[in-house]
């Protein structure tokens, strides 16, 4: 069990990156789009190392290594991560090796073997185990509570709970014209792309068109509600929210979280680039319940 | 006595096997009990927004970190196992006032954020070049790399002064930090990066193998504990308290600063973040930048993992402080 530690946890993590990337679209609830073919070729390249690791482990050193090293190999792969003494032994020594070892083998070893003593020393000093070298490998099982989390009970994509948690924020832009909307009637656009255009286009490419856009309901203060979506530069960690408030005729509340397409024309408010712009505001014509999309944040 | 060693250690072995297997099976049991009985029940209860918050961003930075750290843990490894120890003798100045700044410039080669720089900076040490040379090195990489810089570029639209002075003040930082060990460090603080394995000697494929399975699993672990506190400060601070202090620069610069620290946002994305703090006078924005990929929480675990607590805590503190100060000098000069 302890043998193959390092092997399983390996084909566990890289097993995780897998799953939410190869086999399905499950990354984006985390990271956004273009992170994805290096996952994928971590999680390949841990999978192969967890395997090679195994075999490693399994079979023996080869004769090209020579006895002190092959000694130092044994201990770390049976019970170096665990064990304070043991591990601390080798570990020292294998530290001091490095520092003093300048090319020269022989001196090398005995600087180890002198520092050996020291690393005892410090294993048993009062250090926190998981801070420590030696019972380093140790830590590593923290990996299995995000990798399980990824392959058992993947996290939700966050939602209005964050959303509402900070204040939205808007892109720090000035205003200046924008290039023309694209064709369409409606016009698809991100949340984003709206708010920016709705605050700060000089030209109104706004005005006279029909939008279309998706997001989840989160509700105001006052009975107003937005169509919300996050922004996502790089993991979800760095979300921030751009939202639409939505004036519709229709009376019946929808529940936060619901995701929704929205179809309607701008209704400008306030002087553009100030603060009573924000947010923007759209007279929706029809609000339709719609799946929650493959990429639940827009890239910011 | 290695006899004796060795009995002891077997038998060590097969009683801890068995007390993990009973409770491991126990675990297990109340596992599954609790997930089959129980489960739906609970698991609504527990499940609130904050708690599934907590867990969406604890995994994506974990998952964000991955492809990163395993870049930086094979390059390491890669140095370990195949670089000879005369090349980096070759590359950079015998003296350690030269060196710094050379390391420090050197950190434009390796793309990528500050999950990859830990282990590369471990594994120069490793080689023997000079610890101030490697933290230098370990500073600016993830600060100054170009893939950083246009992402800097990109997030401050027609303000090239910004990307200049992120590039000075980081250089700068760096620089002084490793100037700093160079002249006041001691060696006792710096618990070089070991490696279970006989791998910092033996060279090769196995080697490399070998400690690029170490290193990614040891540092893989900081970087879930870093994780777990960049997610828990993230839930927990509202960045809503933030507007509190917009007003003043002298509280600004600081608050931002901390700010950098408890986020652990990536270097990469970090720019963003900072320019969507639009309320921050442009010099506290630029602290953000500067502190954050030098450090913060998840760094901070990474750093302790790999030369030793007391190391972590002194380097982080003193960093933080020069790179504050960098930050507005340069920003006082540019911005």
Not at chain 1, 76 to 103: E, K, L, Q
Request: glycine share 12%.
């Amino acid at each position: 069990m302890r043998r193959y530690g390092p092997a399983a946890l390996l084909l566990l993590t890289g097993g995780a990156v897998l799953r939410i990337t190869l086999f399905g679209d499950l990354y984006l609830r985390y990271v956004q789009a273009g992170l994805r073919p290096y996952l994928i070729v971590s999680g390949v390249a841990l999978v192969l190392l967890g395997v090679v690791t195994a075999v490693l482990h399994h079979r023996p050193p080869g004769p090209h290594e020579d006895g002190p090293h092959e000694d130092g190999d044994h201990e770390d792969g049976d019970h170096g991560d665990g064990d304070h003494g043991d591990g601390g032994r080798g570990d020292g020594g294998h530290g001091g090796g490095a520092r003093g070892g300048d090319g020269d083998h022989e001196l090398g070893d005995h600087e180890g073997g002198d520092r050996a003593e020291d690393g005892v020393h410090r294993g048993g000093g009062g250090h926190e185990g998981h801070s420590h070298g030696p019972a380093g490998p140790r830590v590593a099982w923290l990996l299995t509570l995000p990798a399980l989390a990824l392959l058992l009970f993947p996290p939700p994509a966050l939602g209005s709970y964050s959303a509402g948690r900070e204040a939205a924020q808007r892109a720090a832009q000035g205003v200046g014209s924008f290039p023309a909307l694209p064709a369409g009637n409606p016009v698809e656009l991100t949340v984003a792309e709206f708010s920016s255009r709705a605050i700060y286009d000089s030209g109104r490419s706004l005005s006279g068109r029909t939008v279309r856009m998706t997001g989840f309901v989160t509700h105001g203060d006052d009975g107003t509600w937005y169509v919300t979506r996050l922004l996502v530069t790089c993991c979800a960690a760095d979300a921030t929210t751009g939202k639409v408030e939505i004036r519709d005729a229709d009376d019946d509340v929808l529940p936060a979280d619901t995701w929704v397409t929205v179809t309607g024309t701008w209704r400008p408010k306030g002087s553009l680039g100030s603060d009573a712009a924000w947010p923007p505001a759209l007279d929706a014509a029809t609000v339709t319940r719609v799946k929650q999309p493959a990429d639940p944040y827009e890239k910011a | 006595m290695q006899n004796q060693r060795t009995v002891a250690d077997g038998l060590r072995v097969v009683v801890r096997a068995s007390v993990y297997a009973v409770l491991g099976g126990a675990a297990l049991v109340a596992i599954a009990t609790v997930v089959s009985v129980l489960g739906p029940l609970l698991a609504l209860d527990l499940y609130t927004p904050p708690v599934a918050a907590w867990w969406t961003v604890f995994t994506a930075v974990a998952v964000q970190g991955v492809p990163f750290l395993l870049l930086g843990t094979v390059v390491s490894a890669a140095i370990g196992a195949f670089v000879p120890d005369r090349v980096f003798r070759r590359l950079l100045p015998r003296n350690p006032a030269l060196a710094v700044p050379v390391a420090g410039l050197a950190g434009v080669v390796l793309p990528g954020c500050e999950c990859a720089s830990v282990p590369v900076a471990g594994s120069l040490m490793r080689r023997g070049v000079a610890p101030a040379a490697a933290l230098a090195f370990l500073l600016s990489a993830p600060a100054i790399n170009p893939v950083v810089l246009v992402a800097t570029s990109i997030a401050f639209p027609g303000q090239p002064e910004m990307v200049l002075a992120r590039l000075l003040a980081s250089l700068g930082t760096a620089v002084v930090m490793g100037w700093l060990w160079a002249r006041f460090g001691k060696e006792k603080w710096l618990r070089l990066p070991g490696r279970g394995a006989a791998s910092a000697a033996a060279t090769g494929p196995r080697a490399f193998l070998t400690g690029l399975q170490h290193d990614f699993l040891h540092a893989g672990g900081f970087l879930v504990l870093g994780a777990a506190a960049a997610a828990t400060f993230n839930i927990a601070v509202p960045r809503s308290v933030l507007d509190l202090f917009t007003g003043s620069p002298w509280l600004a610069v600081p608050l931002l600063a901390v700010l950098a620290v408890v986020l652990c946002v990536c270097s990469e994305a970090d720019a963003f973040v900072a320019a969507s703090l639009s309320a921050f006078p442009p010099t506290a924005r630029l602290a953000f930048m500067v502190v954050g990929p030098m450090v913060d929480l998840k760094l901070l675990a990474l750093q302790a993992g790999t030369f030793g607590r007391s190391f972590a805590v002194r380097f982080a503190s003193s960093t933080w402080v020069v790179a504050v100060a960098a930050s507005v000098l340069v920003g006082w000069w540019l911005l």
